[in-house]
């Protein structure tokens, strides 16, 4: 057995149930009615501003200059946040609120959070903005007190004026059903060697797709193994694409035996990466729709929370601009 510190492994079950996978509960808030926005705020939209109604629901363009004091509500297209006190930035927000995301790019936090776009760029800036501020609701409110002191300040101030508006039983933030509907269960190919072939349902989406007869061996035989019991040892080159051989049959066996859990250890932190960013997505949308993942890393990869207290105790005040907004990542994770 390899000791905790040096564990890597990425483990992943199948479904609660056949439909019940996948899928969780956002809360929702409407902007209309008491509100920690002003009545009016600019909408910036890659260099076109639109003033927004709040109360009446209604968007026109304007000019910058014309928005004097107002609120100007955009999303960066970096990391760099800003303290200026009239502008809110809804990926400084979406960073603290998702860093389960590995990027915060408005199209990944827009599918995070079961957004379509439409045709009108302003509206769907105000459906982002109404999605965000419904999840820093839910912020408790140790997490709210320290983002308060480590965010922008305007994003500072949104969260102290949602705690305000939360604790108002006339907002009455609503919890909806999920934005998104369990996907259906796919219809599963044959076998796992099937699926591996160059009609088959992984090499639809792969245009240089080709078959590799040492990867459909190694794939028979973890099949066998999974089936029957008992233990598989593989030695291969590389190159003949190991991890797909075994990830596939795992994956389908998962499908017929949604009770059962798999655990895949790696010897590298890009390799558990790249099973979990790239292959494990890829994977699961054609064999396992609503595969639920997890990853897990050795304890030197996570915060002692012992000196996370002390910190925040101790140097939380003393903190120079770069050092909280590093500070406020850590907040929710």
């Known amino acids: 057995m390899c000791p905790w510190s040096t564990l890597r492994a990425v483990w992943w079950g199948a479904f609660d149930g056949l439909t019940s996978c996948g899928t969780s509960s956002r809360p929702s808030m409407q902007l209309r009615g008491d509100s920690a926005l002003p009545e009016r705020i600019l909408l910036d939209i890659g260099g ?10 209604t968007l026109a363009p304007t000019q910058p200059a014309r928005g004097g004091d ?8 970096d990391d760099r946040a800003t303290s200026d006190e009239h502008r809110l930035d809804l990926r400084c927000l979406a960073r603290v609120l998702f860093p389960e995301l590995p990027e915060h790019a408005e199209q990944r936090v827009r599918e995070h959070l079961g957004l379509k776009r439409t045709t009108s760029a302003a509206r ?6 109404e999605a965000i501020l419904a999840e820093a609701s839910t912020l408790g409110r140790e997490s709210r007190w320290l983002l ?6 305007t994003e500072a101030s949104i969260l102290g004026q949602l705690a305000e508006v939360a604790s108002d039983p006339r907002e009455g933030l609503r919890r909806l059903d999920p934005l998104s509907k369990p996907t259906a269960r796919a219809e ?5 060697s099937d699926a591996l072939s160059l009609g ?10 080709e078959e590799r007869a040492g990867q459909r061996r190694m ?9 029957e019991g008992g233990a598989l040892v593989v030695d291969a080159p590389p190159g003949i694409g190991k991890t797909f051989a075994y990830l596939v049959p795992v994956l389908l066996h998962l499908q017929r035996h949604p009770e059962e859990r798999v655990v895949v250890s790696t010897r590298t932190r890009q390799l558990q990466e790249q099973l ?16 639920k993942m997890a990853i897990l890393k050795g304890r030197e990869n996570y915060l002692c929370l012992r000196r996370w207290e002390r910190f925040i105790q101790e140097q939380l005040r003393a903190l120079p601009w770069a050092g909280r907004s590093a500070a406020a990542l850590l907040v929710r994770w």
């Open 188 to 192: 599963l190919p044959v076998s796992a």
């Open 70 to 77: 107002l609120l100007h509500v955009y999303y960066a297209m």
């Open 276 to 291: 979990y960013l790239r292959d494990l997505p890829y994977l699961g949308d054609r064999l396992a729709p609503g595969l």
């Open 219 to 227: 794939t028979i035989a973890v099949d066998q193994c999974l089936a």
């Open 48 to 57: 076109k501003v639109f003033l927004y109604d709040v109360q009446a629901d």
């Open 124 to 129: 769907d800036l105000v459906a982002m903005l």
């Open 200 to 209: 088959g349902t992984i090499a639809a989406g792969l245009p240089n797709y």
């Open 148 to 153: 308060e002191r480590l965010l922008p300040q």
